[in-house]
């Protein structure tokens, strides 16, 4: 079975940096892309960050570009994402998301998310 | 970037009631669109992926057409567990970008 557990959110102040970490259990980690995407408080859903199973083709969002870090260790199946210079406009659940392939694909299966509050 | 836009924002439907939600793409997608399913305080689940397979384990019930720029979902026979908030999603760019959502309510 599929398990994606999100860990690290909290309340940070605005400049402020956090790493979110997702641990992955249930499938060949290393053969699928994994993201992040993240959802405001009574808003849509936003895509943020997607990584390719090697770790070698990496994207963003241009709302995070410069800002957020996404990587993984396949050694350890887990997949992160380093939130530098927060602003309050991140403040959101974030989701990790299992990659439907390797290289990306849609997302197949979600983690329950972990909530970031940039707040001072 | 490419957008996307469902409609309507909101649907109002009873139980047994057949409803369709539309997404259209600013720019062809082919078919790399996927549809999903959010029930409040839960995360997203996947429904359907490549505009019209249906994800295993997800109802008959549900189904999906379109390609290029517009596409639907249908849900022929609505159920109690059905009134949730649904999401299209493209995935034709790395980049990809979700509607803004459909909030299925009971009428």
């Known amino acids: 079975e599929v398990q994606l557990v999100e860990s690290g959110g909290g309340l940070i102040q605005p400049g402020g940096s956090l790493t979110l970490s997702c641990a992955a259990s249930?499938?060949?980690?290393?053969?699928?892309?994994m993201s992040w995407v993240r959802q405001a408080p009574g808003k849509g859903l936003e895509w943020v960050s997607t990584?390719?199973?090697?770790?070698?083709?990496?994207y963003y969002s241009d709302s995070v570009k410069g800002r957020f870090t996404i990587s993984r260790d396949n050694s350890k199946n887990t997949l992160f994402l380093r939130l530098d210079s927060l602003r309050a406009e991140d403040t959101a659940v974030y989701y990790c998301?299992?990659?439907?392939?390797w290289g990306g694909g849609t997302c197949d299966f979600w983690g329950q998310g972990t909530l970031v509050t940039v707040s001072s | 970037d490419i957008q996307m836009t469902q409609s309507p924002s909101t649907l109002s439907a009873s139980v047994g009631d057949r409803v369709t939600i539309t997404c259209r793409a600013s720019?062809?997608?082919?078919?790399?669109l996927a549809w999903y399913q959010q029930r409040p305080g839960r995360a997203p689940k996947l429904l359907i992926y490549?505009?019209?397979s249906l994800q295993s384990g997800v109802p008959s019930r549900f189904s999906g057409s379109g390609s290029g720029t517009e596409f639907t979902l249908t849900i022929s026979s609505l159920q109690p567990d059905d009134f949730a908030t649904y999401y299209c999603?493209?995935?034709?760019?790395?980049?990809?970008?979700f509607g803004q959502g459909t909030k299925l309510e009971i009428k």
């Open positions: 999603q493209q995935y034709n760019t790395y980049w990809n970008t």
């Open positions: 720019q062809s997608i082919s078919r790399w």
């Open positions: 490549k505009a019209s």
């Open positions: 249930g499938f060949l980690f290393s053969s699928f892309a």
């Open positions: 990584i390719s199973g090697g770790g070698s083709n990496i």
């Open positions: 998301a299992k990659g439907e392939n």
